[in-house]
């Protein structure tokens, strides 16, 4: 190889380390970017979640898409909240609160902060197999409470990093 196209190759080389370089980075990006879960509001302990997915247990946070008149005007929104009550557990809402196996999970509102009504919904008895029960830990979180059961299969597991 001569002198000359040694300069000329060296360029060429930086550039395809250079856009190689670019591509990581955005890949990368796009990666990271679908699975972290930023938490949005009080309902639950957590600011910024991996999302993991796998199996789902009582205690773990997990984010879904829901779809209720009450939040974000109706549009779908993007909840992270914990897994309160699995499948073989039993839900009870004796009119005030809800409890799982006994233990008290919360009380509902009957209202939102603008005088609005919200209706409880229908959960009572033993969950089956699929669908678990979630709660936020802030008194007015909208969850399962309001909600209803969840199916496991529409929510992914996430892990608290903040």
Same mark, same amino acid.
């Given at each position: 190889?001569?002198?000359?196209?040694?300069?000329?190759? /060296?360029?060429? @080389?930086?550039? =395809?380390?250079?856009?190689? +370089?670019?591509?990581?980075? &955005?890949?990368?990006? %796009? $990666? #990271?970017?679908?699975?972290?879960?930023?938490? /949005?509001?009080? @309902?639950?302990? =957590?600011?910024?979640?991996? +999302?993991?997915?796998?199996? &789902?247990?009582?205690? %773990? $946070? #997990?984010?879904?898409?829901?779809?209720?008149?009450?939040?974000?005007?109706?549009?779908?929104?993007?909840?992270?909240?914990?897994?309160?009550? &699995?499948?073989?557990?039993?839900?009870?809402?004796?009119?005030?609160?809800?409890?799982?196996?006994?233990?008290?999970?919360?009380?509902?509102?009957?209202?939102?902060?603008?005088?609005?009504?919200?209706?409880?919904?229908?959960?009572?008895?033993?969950?089956?197999?699929?669908?678990?029960?979630?709660?936020?830990?802030?008194?007015?979180?909208?969850?399962?409470?309001?909600?209803?059961?969840?199916?496991?299969?529409?929510?992914?597991?996430?892990?608290?990093?903040?």
């Amino acid at each position: 190889m001569n002198e000359e196209a040694n300069p000329k190759l /060296r360029k060429v @080389s930086l550039t =395809v380390i250079r856009v190689a +370089i670019l591509a990581m980075i &955005v890949v990368g990006i %796009d $990666y #990271v970017g679908d699975r972290l879960d930023w938490v /949005r509001g009080e @309902s639950v302990p =957590v600011t910024l979640a991996w +999302i993991e997915g796998g199996q &789902v247990s009582k205690g %773990d $946070y #997990v984010v879904f898409e829901a779809q209720h008149p009450i939040i974000n005007e109706g549009r779908p929104s993007h909840l992270t909240k914990q897994v309160a009550c &699995v499948a073989g557990e039993s839900v009870h809402f004796d009119g005030e609160k809800f409890s799982c196996d006994g233990a008290v999970l919360g009380a509902v509102i009957r209202s939102t902060s603008d005088g609005r009504p919200i209706a409880v919904a229908a959960v009572e008895g033993v969950i089956p197999a699929g669908k678990i029960f979630v709660m936020g830990t802030h008194p007015r979180s909208f969850d399962s409470r309001y909600l209803g059961l969840l199916d496991e299969s529409k929510v992914q597991r996430v892990r608290p990093l903040l």
